[in-house]
């Protein structure tokens, strides 16, 4: 760990190097909405909290959350419109149950027309792979040709993803998420899918001025994973810091 990410543990935003300084985002009002948020999720047992009971989606529903280690993100952002008025914004972090969207929710930083066009054909290519792979003997020839094949199309699948995600900041400046990045090894997987980032690219979409956030783990823990239900976390160090820092400039 180097000594920006070491420094950065708990803290609720990230460096920005352009500041040279740390933007926060304070976590306490966020936290006390996050009360309400989680007595709903109690009570109906489901994520699609816009939809009446009679219309909910089984897909939304929290119950498998709770098998160990299912556990997933949420997370709350309070910011004023341009009128002045308070507004929230939820996030779960990466896919819910296989839904990158669900009404209430604030949508994934990249365009999912786009991410779709690529990602399935891609999946498709590195399926057949697989299983052409398991077709074979294991001592065949062509085994260690066909692995290298599928390694190589996973890594430019995932770098072709990541390159649909373009951060924008308060000051309305625009910087790719590969840019945050060492070249060698591109950014985790996953980043970019947090609660953190999917709030504040949706409050600067809909030019909210964000005053509060807080993310919190919902659902079954366990020993290894280091969460535990109803409980806040800061935003990761190794996916979402590197990128905070730029996405909070100008507040
Ligand atoms: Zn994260
Ligand atoms: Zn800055």
């Not at 692995?147 to 309305?172: C, D, P, V």
């Not at 947090?194 to 079954?220: I, N, T």
Request: charged content about 20%; proline content about 6%; hydrophobic content about 35%.
């Amino acid at each position: 760990m180097n000594q920006t990410a070491a420094e950065g543990i708990g803290k609720n935003g990230g460096y920005c190097h352009r500041c040279r300084s740390w933007h926060i985002l304070p976590w306490k009002e966020a936290w006390q909405a996050c009360t309400d948020l989680m007595a709903d999720l109690h009570r109906h047992g489901r994520v699609d909290l816009m939809q009446p009971e009679e219309k909910a989606d089984s897909r939304c529903c929290t119950t498998p959350l709770f098998a160990a280690g299912a556990g997933k993100m949420l997370g709350l952002l309070l910011g004023r419109d341009t009128h002045g008025n308070e507004q929230r914004l939820l996030a779960f972090s990466g896919m819910y149950n296989g839904l990158w969207l669900i009404d209430g929710w604030v949508e994934p930083v990249f365009n999912l027309p786009d991410f779709l066009a690529l990602h399935g054909p891609a999946e498709k290519k590195i399926s057949t792979l697989g299983a052409q792979l398991a077709s074979l003997p294991p001592s065949a020839p062509e085994r260690n040709m066909l692995r290298k094949k599928r390694r190589e199309l996973s890594r430019q699948n995932m770098a072709a993803i990541h390159a649909l995600y373009t951060l924008r900041n308060f000051r309305g400046e625009e910087q790719s998420l590969t840019s945050f990045f060492s070249t060698t090894s591109g950014p985790p997987s996953g980043t970019g899918d947090c609660c953190a980032p999917k709030l504040l690219h949706q409050a600067q979409r809909l030019r909210l001025r964000p005053f509060s956030m807080a993310e919190f783990y919902w659902g079954g823990g366990n020993a290894s994973a280091r969460r535990a239900h109803g409980h806040r976390y800061a935003p990761c160090a190794s996916k979402c810091q590197p990128i905070l820092g730029f996405q909070l400039c100008g507040l």
